[in-house]
């Protein structure tokens, strides 16, 4: 059991390190992208508990965050392993990965979400900070108020 955790971390730290490029993703891209998401979920989606626990005790207060975000992570921790699980058996089918965000430590204080299941849209949906929206800059009245 050890020696498949220990394949499963290698695998997903290779995977990992060739980042996705964020234009038009070919076959390759695409299937690695899944594959990782799958590895990663079914091995870190425990990370949803303390994640859950912070942003509920940030949205409300410590005694909610450490009853209500260790149910609600728990929960998103089963949902990330399945998702995972099915990202990973079904990786050669070149969609989109079922979980949003991808992986668990990307837009931390977002809520996780789920589907559509196999996407098949070219369009990856890891946030560009490159090509973010820039907020409108307030532009100075013509009537200075005197």
Known sequence: MTKLIQYLTLATLILWSFPPVM??????ETVRT??????????????????NMINTSNEANV??????????????????????????????????????PTFVWQEFTKDTSYGPFFDMSRNPRMPNPLNA??????????????
Request: proline content about 12%; glycine content about 14%; charged content about 10%.
């Open 23 to 28: 234009a038009e993703e070919t076959y390759g």
């Open 34 to 51: 899944k594959l990782a998401s799958g590895l990663t979920n079914m091995s870190f989606g425990i990370a949803e508990i303390p994640k």
């Open 63 to 100: 005694l909610l965050g450490v009853t209500g975000g260790v149910l609600k992570g728990t929960l998103h921790s089963v949902g990330r392993l399945l998702a995972g699980a099915v990202d990973f058996l079904t990786f050669p089918v070149p969609s989109q990965p079922i979980t949003h």
């Open 133 to 146: 929206p820039v907020p409108p800059v307030p532009v100075a009245s013509r009537n200075p108020g005197y």
